[in-house]
């Protein structure tokens, strides 16, 4: 790279070489002149009431790439068919998701990616809710020009053979949910149910209105009849609501367990929720819900479901490590 510094006052004609912010506290912070910009007469004092008093002309080398070339490359090597790319500014391209849907990302390749010199790849925390139009992540690299070298290595951890792009919007299968309602003081209607409202609220955010519900009272075989019956019935996701503590008179864990193939976890690292239940019979998921799922907005409960509605396996480790930064609302 070749940089030349020119006087502001002799810059005119001149194309800029990289985009320019300007800053008015409390005001305006943006771009104010675009890479490419051939100053004019006019521009001068704004210039100069930006601080420059000179600029630079780059003359790239073999070898080199211009931030916001890199940006690019960088970006369209990571983005999969659910996300759409800004326009480059200031050598940044940011990543939107294109629809509705749970944002991938793929920590081990952005990892990697990260540990390269002066790369930078910053995403949202992944496997939450998106909608269309959410910013996911951005991408650039530190200096003004990078060696081509880095951008490709980039590159050639994107293209590594995996099923998926490195960042992406995964989108939900079509669901039919039943919720499998406990308790004898519910179903003989001595106290009101509070789940199901809470859940049909729930699953209509993510589009779902798919919902049955059936109220089954404390015993065990009940219960996992109840359960075996709505996977029968072509039942993608049952949920079990109630009776998920350790009291004895609490029968749901165990009905989960007769009738599921596999049982992932009881209980969670995470706060609230961490009495949660996971099971699968066959490819059903079995959810089985504590009350704080009624209570609070955030629970494990919402950090697992859009991993489900997307078709995603969840296995014991997946919950695991979802400790580091488990208690939701605090």
């Not at 990892?111 to 939450?128: C, H, L, V, W, Y």
């Not at 704080?292 to 479901?305: E, G, Q």
Request: net charge neutral.
């Amino acid at each position: 790279m070749i940089r030349r510094e020119v006087p502001v006052e002799d810059a005119i004609g001149l194309a800029l070489a990289h985009d320019m912010t300007r800053i008015v506290p409390g005001e305006f912070k943006g771009r104010q002149f675009k890479r490419g910009h051939v100053v004019r007469e006019e521009d001068i004092p704004v210039l100069l009431d930006m601080g420059k008093r000179h600029l630079y002309i780059l003359e790239l080398e073999p070898g080199e790439l211009h931030e916001d070339d890199a940006a690019v490359r960088m970006a369209q090597a990571i983005a999969g068919d659910g996300v759409e790319l800004s326009e480059v500014s200031e050598g940044k391209v940011i990543l939107r998701a294109k629809r509705d849907g749970m944002l991938w990302v793929d920590a081990r390749r952005v990892t990697a990616m990260n540990t390269i010199d002066e790369i930078s790849i910053a995403t949202k925390r992944p496997f939450q809710h998106v909608s269309r139009g959410t910013s996911l992540a951005a991408v650039r690299p530190i200096p003004l020009v990078i060696a081509e070298d880095k951008v490709r290595a980039v590159e050639v951890i994107a293209s590594q053979a995996q099923k998926r792009a490195v960042i992406d919007v995964l989108p939900y299968q079509p669901q039919k949910v039943r919720i499998v309602t406990t308790g004898s003081e519910i179903l003989h209607g001595r106290v009101e149910d509070k789940f199901g409202p809470v859940l049909r609220a729930k699953l209509a955010r993510y589009g779902i209105q798919d919902v049955h519900q059936v109220f089954v009272g404390d015993e065990r075989d009940r219960i996992a009849d109840a359960i075996v019956e709505a996977c029968e019935q072509g039942a993608t996701l049952v949920l079990v609501t109630g009776g998920m503590s350790v009291d004895p008179d609490d029968r749901s864990p165990g009905a989960i367990r007769d009738a599921a193939t596999e049982v992932v976890t009881y209980g969670t690292p995470m706060l609230p929720g961490s009495m949660l239940m996971l099971a699968y019979r066959n490819d059903t998921a079995i959810f089985g819900l504590p009350g704080a799922v009624i209570y609070d907005p955030i629970t494990s409960f919402d950090r697992l479901l859009p991993r489900v509605l997307t078709g995603l396996r969840v296995r014991k480790r997946d919950i695991a490590v979802l400790g580091v930064g488990g208690w939701l609302n605090a």
